[in-house]
């Protein structure tokens, strides 16, 4: 399920809904002979997991149409480096290696890169919008923990317009959903199904 409309993100970048959604076709794509995953994260072989798209078609589509509607609007940058934090968080090797791809594909510095999992320690790489963008993603990953705290909310909210910040929310669900997808079904981190 892809589309050809090309929107229009700011005035130097432009995005693909064709490529938005083959990023999420690939983050719930079949494991195949990939294996299951033991203790320590490691491929166990033979022990091969349901492909997501052929078990349950409707609602795969409903997870590809969720992800792409989240992304509508939002700079391409921040789409990635949240995706990013939410797979550090749930170490999800797969999604993670997809995303950081992904973003050096569309420009990103390997300097932010390599400092998203400790952006806190090294705030100047990101602009306030981002670190609240990652704040929010922080505690909406860990809500288990201790909620989503007002003042993390709070800052978000003073960064993003409501519909900016319902799309920014939106996004972190669909990767905490497509994270869980792919730690269930044992993705392979490397092996991406979009080539």
Same mark, same amino acid.
């Given at each position: 399920?892809?589309?050809?409309?090309?929107?229009?993100?700011?005035?130097?970048?432009?995005?693909?809904?064709?490529?938005?959604?083959?990023?999420?076709?690939?983050?719930?794509?079949?494991?195949?002979?990939?294996?299951?995953?033991?203790?320590?994260?490691?491929?166990?072989?033979?022990?091969?997991?349901?492909?997501?798209?052929?078990?349950?078609?409707?609602?795969?589509?409903?997870?590809?149409?969720?992800?792409?509607?989240?992304?509508?609007?939002?700079?391409?940058?921040?789409?990635?480096?949240?995706?990013?934090?939410?797979?550090?968080?749930?170490?999800?090797?797969?999604?993670?290696?997809?995303?950081?791809?992904?973003?050096?594909?569309?420009?990103?510095?390997?300097?932010?890169?390599?400092?998203?999992?400790?952006?806190?320690? !090294?705030? #100047? &790489?990101?602009?306030?919008?981002?670190?609240?963008? =990652? %704040? /929010?993603?922080? @505690?909406?990953?860990?809500?288990?923990?201790?909620?989503?705290?007002?003042?993390?909310?709070?800052?978000? !909210?003073? #960064? &993003?317009?409501?519909?900016?910040?319902?799309?920014? =929310? %939106? /996004?972190?669900? @669909?990767?905490?959903?497509?994270?869980?997808?792919?730690?269930?079904?044992?993705?392979?981190?490397?092996?991406?199904?979009?080539?």
């Amino acid at each position: 399920m892809t589309t050809n409309t090309n929107t229009t993100t700011d005035a130097n970048t432009t995005t693909s809904a064709s490529t938005t959604t083959s990023a999420a076709t690939a983050a719930a794509g079949a494991v195949g002979a990939a294996g299951a995953v033991g203790a320590g994260g490691t491929a166990v072989p033979g022990a091969a997991r349901l492909d997501l798209a052929k078990s349950a078609p409707k609602v795969f589509r409903a997870l590809i149409g969720f992800d792409a509607a989240a992304r509508e609007g939002l700079d391409p940058a921040l789409v990635e480096l949240i995706q990013i934090r939410a797979s550090h968080l749930n170490h999800c090797a797969y999604c993670l290696h997809m995303h950081t791809n992904d973003a050096r594909k569309a420009g990103e510095s390997e300097d932010r890169l390599h400092m998203v999992a400790v952006w806190r320690e !090294a705030g #100047h &790489f990101f602009t306030p919008k981002e670190r609240a963008a =990652l %704040a /929010l993603t922080e @505690a909406v990953t860990l809500v288990a923990d201790a909620g989503v705290p007002d003042d993390v909310y709070a800052e978000a !909210a003073a #960064h &993003f317009d409501d519909q900016e910040l319902g799309h920014v =929310l %939106a /996004l972190i669900f @669909a990767i905490n959903t497509w994270n869980r997808v792919a730690l269930s079904t044992a993705k392979v981190a490397g092996t991406d199904e979009r080539r």
